[in-house]
């Protein structure tokens, strides 16, 4: 396993890291620069947003639902294309999208919600339609075919807090291109380290009105068996990675190739 990420950081935009720099089981790399993942992008200060400018983003990628979006729009730099690609249009279980809305307006109307690990299960329960859902399928596949295309380059990809559903997608991209699954792992897992601390308020906000700040954390971070659950769901729907592109998301092998050359780089040479 490679070491601990550095993180980048940019006030008001929290959990933000490059996909990049994982090495390939092939011997290579993959590129650093090309996609950043993060929260939101609703928060930026004049400062932020000119760190966030300075990455040299040029399209956001914007995996939320409309609810969401409505409530907290994004704020971008001019000049960055905003690409709305909805995950939970149409999924059966939104409970992670509903739950992190929530957090925002009254975390203890979800008190109930997370007791005796329910919302540990509805959580891992909603990677299945992530994977598998008519509408997070369209959504991924319009996210893969423009980052295919060196005019979406750079961009960054994000939901609302960055870990569920842009946790796939990145884990997706990964596995493609060959990172082994304790990286992808890692990856998907920093979260806990990048995100949870910025949380704090909303922790010490649920705990003083009487809850159980244990049990937020089911809710705003992530867990091991949640990515598992969504790897499983692949695996039994089309097989493998490149059967969930090529039969899940109807993405075809020019694009793939695309994707691949663009993003894997050899290693440097010690």
Same mark, same amino acid.
């Given at each position: 396993?490679?070491?601990?990420?550095?993180? +980048?950081?940019?006030?008001?935009?929290?959990? %933000?890291?490059?996909?990049?720099?994982?090495?390939?089981?092939?011997?290579? %790399?993959?590129?650093?620069?090309?996609?950043?993942?993060?929260?939101? #992008?609703?928060?930026?200060?004049?400062?932020?947003?000119?760190? =966030?400018?300075?990455?040299?983003?040029?399209?956001?990628?914007?995996?939320?639902?409309?609810?969401?979006?409505?409530? /907290?729009?994004?704020?971008?730099?001019?000049?960055?294309?905003?690409?709305?690609?909805?995950?939970?249009?149409?999924?059966?279980?939104?409970?992670?999208?509903?739950?992190? /809305?929530?957090?925002?307006?009254?975390?203890?109307?979800?008190?109930?919600?997370?007791?005796?690990?329910?919302?540990?299960?509805?959580?891992?329960?909603?990677?299945?339609? +992530?994977?598998?859902?008519?509408?997070?399928?369209?959504?991924?596949?319009?996210? =893969?075919?423009?980052?295919?295309?060196?005019?979406?380059?750079?961009?960054?990809?994000?939901?609302?807090?960055?870990?569920?559903?842009?946790?796939?997608?990145?884990?997706?991209?990964?596995?493609?291109?060959?990172?082994?699954?304790?990286?992808?792992?890692?990856?998907?897992?920093?979260?806990?380290?990048?995100?949870?601390?910025?949380?704090?308020? %909303?922790?010490?906000?649920?705990?003083?009105?009487?809850?159980?700040?244990? /049990? %937020?954390?089911?809710?705003?971070?992530?867990?091991?068996?949640?990515?598992?659950?969504?790897?499983?769901?692949?695996?039994?729907?089309?097989?493998? #990675?490149?059967?969930?592109?090529?039969?899940?998301?109807?993405?075809?092998?020019?694009?793939?190739?695309?994707?691949?050359?663009? =993003?894997?780089?050899?290693?440097?040479?010690?």
């Amino acid at each position: 396993m490679s070491s601990a990420r550095d993180p +980048i950081v940019i006030a008001g935009l929290p959990n %933000l890291r490059d996909v990049g720099g994982w090495p390939t089981e092939s011997g290579g %790399l993959v590129r650093r620069g090309l996609l950043y993942r993060s929260v939101e #992008v609703t928060h930026l200060d004049d400062s932020g947003t000119a760190a =966030f400018e300075a990455l040299g983003v040029t399209t956001v990628f914007d995996l939320r639902t409309e609810a969401e979006r409505t409530a /907290q729009p994004d704020r971008l730099p001019p000049g960055v294309t905003h690409v709305v690609a909805d995950v939970l249009a149409d999924a059966i279980d939104e409970f992670g999208a509903h739950a992190l /809305q929530a957090v925002v307006t009254d975390p203890m109307t979800l008190a109930p919600l997370l007791a005796d690990g329910r919302a540990r299960t509805a959580l891992a329960n909603s990677y299945r339609d +992530i994977v598998g859902s008519p509408g997070a399928r369209s959504a991924y596949r319009r996210f =893969f075919t423009d980052l295919a295309d060196t005019r979406f380059r750079p961009a960054l990809v994000h939901c609302t807090t960055g870990k569920d559903r842009t946790g796939w997608a990145a884990a997706a991209l990964l596995t493609l291109l060959g990172v082994g699954s304790a990286d992808v792992m890692h990856d998907y897992l920093l979260t806990n380290d990048e995100l949870l601390p910025a949380l704090t308020p %909303l922790l010490e906000k649920f705990s003083a009105a009487g809850g159980d700040p244990a /049990q %937020l954390t089911e809710v705003l971070g992530v867990r091991r068996e949640y990515l598992e659950v969504g790897l499983d769901e692949m695996t039994r729907r089309y097989g493998d #990675v490149e059967g969930y592109f090529r039969d899940g998301l109807g993405i075809g092998d020019d694009t793939v190739r695309a994707l691949t050359d663009a =993003f894997v780089e050899p290693a440097p040479s010690s």
